[in-house]
């Protein structure tokens, strides 16, 4: 059974930092793309990032240049680094395992229950 555990989020003022954690129990993690995902309320999931198995990374307009992902594949974790946040960051962060089509990342069916992120003006 897939099963992903975000950590990490919370409260923080605009311009601060937060690094979201997505631990990942499969066994084929290695070999798997992993997106970042957001959705604040009233709104539709975005994709905010993702990365390859082989460590490639995209990033949504909105973030670039502000969050970095990357993975520990050692640790089957995946990380979210955040920084200069806005208000307009504040949402419920999800990870997802997925793949390339070309389309670009496309999500498989495992979720994570996901980590709250709050910024405050």
């Known amino acids: 059974q897939v099963r992903l555990v975000e950590s990490g989020g919370g409260l923080v003022q605009a311009g601060g930092s937060l690094k979201l954690s997505c631990q990942v129990s499969?066994?084929?993690?290695?070999?798997?793309?992993v997106g970042w995902y957001r959705q604040a309320p009233g709104k539709e999931r975005e994709l905010v990032a993702d990365?390859?198995?082989?460590?490639?990374?995209n990033y949504a307009g909105s973030v670039q240049g502000r969050f970095t992902i990357s993975r520990d594949n050692a640790k089957n974790t995946v990380y979210l680094q955040m920084n200069s946040l806005k208000p307009e960051d504040t949402a419920v962060y999800y990870c997802?395992?997925?793949?390339?089509?070309?389309?670009?990342?496309?999500?498989?069916?495992?979720w994570g229950q996901g980590t709250q992120v709050t910024v405050s003006s």
């Open positions: 499969r066994s084929t993690f290695s070999g798997d793309a």
């Open positions: 997802n395992i997925g793949y390339y089509s070309i389309r670009g990342y496309e999500p498989y069916r495992y």
């Open positions: 990365i390859s198995s082989g460590g490639s990374t």
